[in-house]
């Protein structure tokens, strides 16, 4: 089992930076990728960035792309998500995920196996 935590959510104007934080524990030797997920009230759960654990290559979704950068730390087993130039339709609750065994990172939640409890992240204009 895994077992993820989100950290760092919260309020900020639009142009402003937060970083979020998702510490990975259980059988972290498993996890081949992470990603970042979010969901807004009332839309639907969407991709936000993901990455390869060993690589490190990631992907990005075009929304966030240039502003947003995901990045791991393989002896913590943390992930992160550094978000700047924050605009309003950002605002969701941002959900930490872990895929484990199959090779690769995918933008589909399904191909991922834990999931975090969930952070909010408020931009007001």
């Known amino acids: 089992q895994v077992q993820l935590v989100e950290s760092g959510g919260g309020w900020v104007q639009a142009g402003g930076s937060l970083r979020l934080s998702c510490a990975a524990s259980?059988?972290?030797?498993?996890?081949?990728?992470m990603g970042w997920f979010r969901q807004a009230p009332g839309k639907e759960r969407e991709f936000v960035a993901a990455i390869d654990w060993s690589s490190g290559n990631t992907d990005y979704a075009d929304s966030v792309k240039g502003r947003f950068t995901i990045s791991r730390d393989n002896a913590k087993m943390s992930l992160y998500l550094q978000m700047n130039s924050l605009k309003p339709e950002d605002t969701a609750v941002y959900y930490c995920?872990?895929?484990?065994?199959?090779?690769?990172?995918?933008?589909?939640?399904?191909?991922?196996?834990?999931w975090g409890q969930g952070t909010q992240v408020t931009v007001s204009s």
């Open positions: 995920a872990a895929r484990q065994y199959w090779l690769g990172h995918s933008r589909r939640g399904s191909d991922y196996n834990y």
């Open positions: 259980g059988r972290t030797f498993s996890i081949t990728a």
